[in-house]
């Protein structure tokens, strides 16, 4: 039997938060934390957790498996195990409505100051803007991000300053335009940019690239925006 | 001059050089007094007190203590921006960390004038 | 009980994914107060999975590409039961929706000319079938669904939609008029009940895959849309008609792109044979997909499936080379090896016809409004209330849909949606206010949930509801089998409607939304087995034992399905074209 040790607070109820221990039988299985969480909640309905696709894409699942910040439904036990022992909590950094379910409010906040869409405003053609293969390729590794939040709630920066601190996931979709052939509001999104916290609280911690359950790396793109910032600062 | 100086250490883009240039000087400095003592391993307060007696070593320092200064006004403002905010510690927290600022800033002064005095013993 | 808080905008549009962001933007767009409900964050919604791409005639791949082409490819995988008025506008319109999400800034994967690059999909031809396979779905890598839908996201952002995000809508208030004037629906952080009015309530809901036990479909597909339109009374169309998809990886049911075969992959059974070599000589591999799920089933059924349990074929696309595999297809090479432990570079993916995509659903005209069918047999459009994307069936993919199309479907719809409702309010809507009697009919379900003392678990229920509808109304099916699967569905409903709710609480109860889901899944089950039952015949998706042959003296027609009296009925397939004369049914190979 693997011992599961799930994080529970439910607002109406509870005073404090407090850890609940599960006895769960995997039959032998390697299984995803997911259908751990799924089984359990047939045993206890009041057991609150987001999810969606089940096959990481919609970014739903992110939760703390086993001090690590991942995706219920793509990591197996064999991963998050530790022990026999599986510890479930909720993302870190964010307050926590119920159980598992942070509030993303300020995680969401960040994404929207960046400006989080296409500025081009020379009349647009007939048929598609034209992109070289080599400048789409300059996409690849921005525009996969899923908005889970895995990242940022990893970041201590993000800890201490969520409301000025962009974060690693918006400074990554941030990117994503400024790399973007298309966009032409560069010198826009750069000012909006160039402030001490926006992008220049980024310390190179690296602890998003280690937990994005997409294999992005946000750092190298904050490495981007930065030289950027210089750039055009001198 | 603070007006220049606040809006010069307040941008992102010059904080981030500010601290790179400031730790290439500080490096510097280190690597040549350590040389300097692995050099002369006998070393005798006459040769030291020619060294510093020497008009480029005394701006090299006065610059290097400079760079420190700069440095630990942007670091320890980082630090204190990062901790001593109101989501952490309520809303006293702009006031303490205005006062901690003030104070950091004054004594990182008091060390860059007991510097001068040193280097010039005026 | 009190009065509900009460919100009013112009339009509403319930569900958050890529129809009803679409409609949602054009809305914003030209400044009408739009709210949308939605029960997920819109990125978490379905339309993210979407992978191989977007099926359109921009003349990329090929430059003498002709939507018309493609309008007559909708039509044969329609099996001839989609309407062709509705076809016709979706294939003529579409570019220009492809041309527009491109200027929002879709990533689209390029051509080496820096146009979109496309790719072949099944079921496509050039010159009306005789000019061999085209290459007509614009893809995105294979995250197509995640670029179009974080797109469209953006897009309402930058024009200032309000999002109404984790809200839940429970029922349809209708007015004295039997207008539809908006929903009762909850917050799900505070579970408060709040009654959203609105002059035009759009339904934009996505599929019910989740009624079957093995779907592609995510958690949250659960009918939403379907079932409170038939609680509403409203009737749905061609609900029997569900697409297995064939490639769904074996036991994880995720979604392994038609588009693996359209860059060269192809099925093998144990013995190492290309088997559709048998079943289509022409297209192959490239069949329409309910050809391809039958033959598959047929070779399992044989005994030529893999595995120790022969119960499944294998996807070959080792022979693709890993620079092609992770130019072309990077997320088929994460979800293979994370699900079916295989690497696709090295070995096959294991993979078995999986639920995927409703055909059926509320039945609407090309402006998305809403029918029902009145005495004498006629259309009538429901005042107020509209649908889009998966939840509507405008039809344009009758009894089979082509992979690609949905996506198109729902930009082109959603966004016809809008241009509908925004002309509308531009001339001014009036619709009588609801009252509280009203409002508190569209509580009903609610309130018995809520005050459930005994009964079964919602989890429960609905494993065995997906087992019937799995068991009974497969890839294959026979009037006696369903006749048994229906019994056994009436005899779950009771137990359904008896479902109990022990956790009481407000905040971000789901529990309480499993209980809700259920019984949108059970109103769209049942609706599905009566549909399936009745059509007598076999045709595109349907594939009956007992009637094996598609019948087109009585069954050319959409089938009803009526909720008042759980019987269906028949209305005509549109077969007008505004450009040509229309495509006369024909038999159906590939």
């Known amino acids: 039997m693997l011992n599961v040790s799930i994080y529970r607070y439910n607002p109406e109820v509870d005073d404090e938060p407090y850890m609940q221990d599960f006895q769960f039988d995997t039959e032998g299985k390697d299984i995803m934390v997911l259908d751990v969480l799924e089984k359990l909640k047939i045993q206890d309905p009041s057991l609150v957790f987001r999810r969606s696709c089940r096959e990481g894409v919609c970014g739903s699942d992110g939760v703390n498996i086993s001090g690590k910040n991942g ?13 026999n022992k599986l510890v479930i909590r909720p993302l870190p950094g964010l307050p926590v409505i119920r159980d598992l379910v942070i509030d993303m409010g300020q995680f969401y906040a960040q994404y929207e100051k960046i400006q989080p869409y296409m500025i081009n405003n020379s009349p647009a053609p007939a048929i598609e803007r034209l992109q070289s293969p080599e400048e789409r390729a300059k996409l690849d590794g921005l525009y996969e991000c899923i908005l889970c939040a895995c990242c940022s709630t990893a970041c201590p920066s993000f800890w201490w300053n969520p409301e000025k601190f962009i974060g690693p996931s918006g400074l990554l979709q941030a990117y994503r335009f400024l790399a973007d052939s298309r966009d032409t509001a560069t010198e826009e999104r750069l000012a909006n940019l160039d402030d001490p916290f926006s992008v220049f609280r980024c310390h190179g911690i690296m602890n998003c690239v280690q937990v994005c359950p997409k294999g992005l790396n946000p750092t190298k793109a904050i490495g981007h925006i930065r030289n950027m910032l210089i750039r055009s600062a001198t | 001059m603070m007006a220049f100086f606040a809006r010069f250490t307040l941008t992102g883009p010059s904080n981030w050089i500010i601290q790179r240039i400031t730790a290439i000087v500080m490096a510097a400095y280190l690597f040549f007094i350590v040389g300097f003592l692995v050099i002369n391993p006998a070393l005798t307060y006459d040769q030291w007190s020619a060294l510093n007696g020497l008009l480029s070593m005394r701006i090299f320092t006065l610059v290097t203590i400079a760079a420190v200064a700069f440095h630990a006004w942007i670091g320890m403002r980082c630090v204190l921006t990062d901790y001593i905010t ?27 004038m007991w510097t001068i005095k040193i280097l010039w013993g005026l | 009980m009190g009065s509900l808080r009460k919100m009013s905008f112009d339009a509403v549009i319930v569900g958050g994914g890529g129809s009803g962001m679409r409609a949602a933007l054009q809305l914003a767009q030209s400044g009408y107060n739009t709210a949308v409900i939605t029960k997920v964050f819109p990125t978490r919604s379905h339309t993210v999975s979407a992978q191989g791409g977007i ?122 008029d039997g207008a539809v004037v908006g929903v009762v629906a909850i917050d799900i952080e505070t579970g408060e009940t709040v ?13 019910a895959g989740r009624i079957y036990a093995s779907t592609t479909n995510a958690h949250i597909c659960t009918g939403d849309g379907v079932g409170m339109a038939l609680r509403a009374g409203f009737p749905v169309q061609d609900i029997e008609m569900w697409q297995f998809h064939p490639t769904g990886i074996h036991g994880a049911g995720t979604l392994v792109t038609e588009g693996c075969r359209g860059e060269g992959g192809y099925l093998i059974n144990k013995d190492g044979e290309r088997f559709m070599e048998r079943y289509a000589p022409n297209a192959k591999d490239l069949a329409g997909r309910d050809v391809v799920a039958r033959s598959m089933v047929l070779e399992i059924l044989e005994g030529r499936g893999c595995g120790p349990d022969g119960d499944h074929v294998y996807l070959k696309l080792d022979h693709l080379g890993e620079e ?15 699900f079916a432990h295989a690497d696709p570079v090295k070995e096959p993916i294991p993979v078995v016809p999986t639920c995927h995509y409703m055909m059926g659903g509320i039945p609407t005209n090309v402006d998305g409004q809403a029918l029902t069918i009145d005495r004498e047999g006629k259309d009538k459009v429901i005042e107020g209330f509209y649908a889009c994307g998966e939840a509507a069936c405008v039809s344009v993919h009758g009894a089979n849909r082509l992979g690609g199309n949905s996506l198109l479907d729902l930009v082109v719809f959603g966004r016809a949606s809008g241009i509908f409702i925004e002309k509308q309010l531009s001339e001014g809507i009036t619709l009588k206010e609801a009252t509280e009697a009203d409002i508190q009919r569209a509580m009903v379900g609610l309130n018995r949930i809520n005050q459930s003392s005994d009964g079964e678990n919602a989890a429960v229920l609905r494993a065995e509801l997906q087992t019937i509808m799995q068991n009974y109304f497969g890839v294959f099916r026979r009037g006696d ?60 998706a349907h594939a009956r034992e007992d009637f094996q ?26 077969f007008t074209l505004k450009t040509r004369e229309p495509f006369e049914p024909k038999i159906r190979t590939y």
């Not at chain 3, 669904?145 to 209708?174: M, R, S």
């Not at chain 3, 019948?551 to 549109?574: A, M, Q």
Request: hydrophobic share 35%.
């Open chain 3, 195 to 207: 009654f959203v009015e609105s002059k035009a309530t759009v339904f934009a809901t996505g599929g």
């Open chain 2, 86 to 112: 109101v989501r952490l510690i309520g809303p006293k927290a702009n006031g303490v960390r205005n006062v901690l600022q003030l104070g950091l800033g004054f004594i990182i002064l008091l060390y860059l």
């Open chain 3, 481 to 540: 089998y369903m006749k048994q699967g229906i019994e056994k569905l009436d005899e779950l409903r009771l137990r359904v409607e008896n479902v109990y709710l022990d956790d009481k609480s407000n905040s971000f109860n789901t529990a309480r939304l499993e209980a809700l889901e259920l019984q949108n899944l059970f109103e769209t089950a049942y609706a599905t087995a009566i549909s399936a039952e009745g059509r007598t015949e076999s045709r595109g």
């Open chain 1, 71 to 83: 995706l219920a439904c793509i990591t197996p036990l064999s991963e998050a195990v530790k022990g």
């Open chain 3, 55 to 176: 099926t359109c005639a921009i003349a990329s791949d090929d430059p003498n590409d002709q939507w018309q082409w493609h309008m007559y490819d909708t039509i044969k995988g329609s099996d001839y039961i989609g309407d062709q008025e509705a076809i016709e506008y979706m294939c003529q319109t579409g570019p220009e929706a492809i041309f527009e999400l491109e200027h929002m800034g879709l990533p689209f994967s390029r051509t080496e000319e820096g146009r979109i690059y496309q790719r072949p999909f099944g079921g496509q031809s050039k010159d009306y079938g005789a000019g061999g396979q085209a290459a007509r779905t614009c893809a995105a890598a294979d995250r197509t669904g995640h670029a179009l839908l974080h797109t469209l996201y953006q897009g309402n952002l930058k024009n200032k939609t309000v999002f109404l995000n984790e809200w839940f809508a429970v029922d349809i208030v209708k007015n004295a």
């Open chain 3, 324 to 338: 092609m595999l992770n130019s072309k297809l990077p997320g088929i090479l994460e979800l293979s090896r994370t």
């Open chain 3, 549 to 574: 042959e598609r019948d087109d003296e009585n069954w050319l027609c959409h089938s009803i399905y009526f909720p008042g009296s759980k019987e269906i009925g028949k209305r005509p397939v549109n």
